[in-house]
């Protein structure tokens, strides 16, 4: 049975794992006011609405 012969260096093991997270996209669902794609828990940015109220006031020349 294979066994490694030294511990691998934190610099290593945080390159290994920090290639899983580029792997997850980040998720899109569809804003419930303005029904354009936004991510979750955050304020929609084409409308500024977060959970069902007006947070923040958007141009319309945007």
């Known amino acids: 049975m294979g066994v490694p012969k030294r511990k691998p260096s934190k ?3 945080r390159m290994r794992r ?3 997270s580029v792997l997850t996209l980040p ?3 569809e ?3 303005c029904g354009a794609p936004s991510r979750p828990h955050l304020v ?3 409308c500024g609405f977060y959970k069902d109220r ?3 006031s958007v141009k319309a020349g945007k």
């Open 11 to 13: 610099s290593r093991m």
């Open 44 to 46: 929609c940015p084409s």
């Open 27 to 29: 998720q899109v669902i």
């Open 18 to 20: 920090a290639y899983n």
């Open 54 to 56: 007006q947070v923040l």
């Open 31 to 33: 804003c419930s006011q």
